[in-house]
T-cell receptor
Framework: NAGVTQTPKFQVLKTGQSMTLQCAQD?????MYWYRQDPGMGLRLIYY???????DKGEVPNGYNVSRLNKREFSLRLESAAPSQTSVYFC??????????????FGSGTQLSVL | QKEVEQNSGPLSVPEGAIASLNCTYS??????FFWYRQYSGKSPELIMS????GDKEDGRFTAQLNKASQYVSLLIRDSQPSDSATYLC??????????????FGQGTILTVHP
């Protein structure tokens, strides 16, 4: 039972390169999220998927795209990486849409550097 | 633009003392409030959630919420070196759509020294 698995754990890109961050969960949770964390700025929501088949923008969606491939997988794509996208990226899941008293389950994070 | 502001750190307390972490939020529609702890190089983990005005206690942790003042706090009693971490305050007003859609504060670094 792995929980929330993110790949890769570390990545270095050159400006203009593209890549996809992968997230998979085995907890049968409905909702999935991508957050980024920059020093001194807490976590900011990039995109989320409240349920399979839906995606919505968060606070900082520019420069990113997402795909909810199925209930288990939610990927984040950088089409043309920029140095401003250097950050730690966390995927998270939430058990049930509309339920309180639950919590976000986070993956271990991907540290991305764009040179 | 919703904002969550945490008291500036870092905060340093001696072992056994009470650590007090504070947070204010701008959105009066916020319904749910959370404290996450994040060890260096690790992912955040939920330690407290609070939804109603007043205090909520869980072991050494007490969360306090005052919606009229738009203020949330976390008290850690009998602080231990293992409590040294970054503490993130977060809020949600997503209602029935998506409770995982959180707005986080910038975090407060807590150091508990022996």
């Amino acid at each position: 039972n792995a929980g929330v698995t993110q790949t890769p754990k570390f990545q270095v890109l050159k400006t203009g390169q593209s890549m996809t961050l992968q997230c998979a969960q085995d907890m049968n949770h409905n909702s999935m999220y991508w957050y980024r964390q920059d020093p001194g700025m807490g976590l900011r929501l990039i995109y989320y998927s409240a349920s399979e088949g839906t995606t919505d923008k968060g606070e900082v969606p520019n420069g990113y795209n997402v795909s909810r491939l199925n209930k288990r997988e939610f990927s984040l794509r950088l089409e043309s990486a920029a140095p401003s996208q250097t950050s730690v990226y966390f995927c998270a899941t939430y058990p049930r849409r509309g339920w309180t008293n639950e919590k976000l389950f986070f993956g271990s994070g991907t540290q991305l550097s764009v040179l | 633009q919703k904002e969550v502001e945490q008291n500036s750190g870092p905060l340093s307390v001696p072992e056994g003392a009470i650590a007090s972490l504070n947070c204010t939020y701008s959105d009066r529609g916020s319904q749910s409030f959370f404290w996450y702890r994040q060890y260096s190089g690790k992912s955040p983990e939920l330690i407290m959630s609070i939804y109603s005005n007043g205090d909520k206690e869980d072991g050494r942790f007490t969360a306090q919420l005052n919606k009229a003042s738009q203020y949330v706090s976390l008290l850690i009693r009998d602080s231990q070196p293992s409590d040294s971490a970054t503490y993130l305050c977060a809020e949600s007003n997503a209602g029935g759509t998506s409770y995982g859609k959180l707005t986080f504060g910038q975090g407060t670094i807590l150091t508990v020294h022996p």
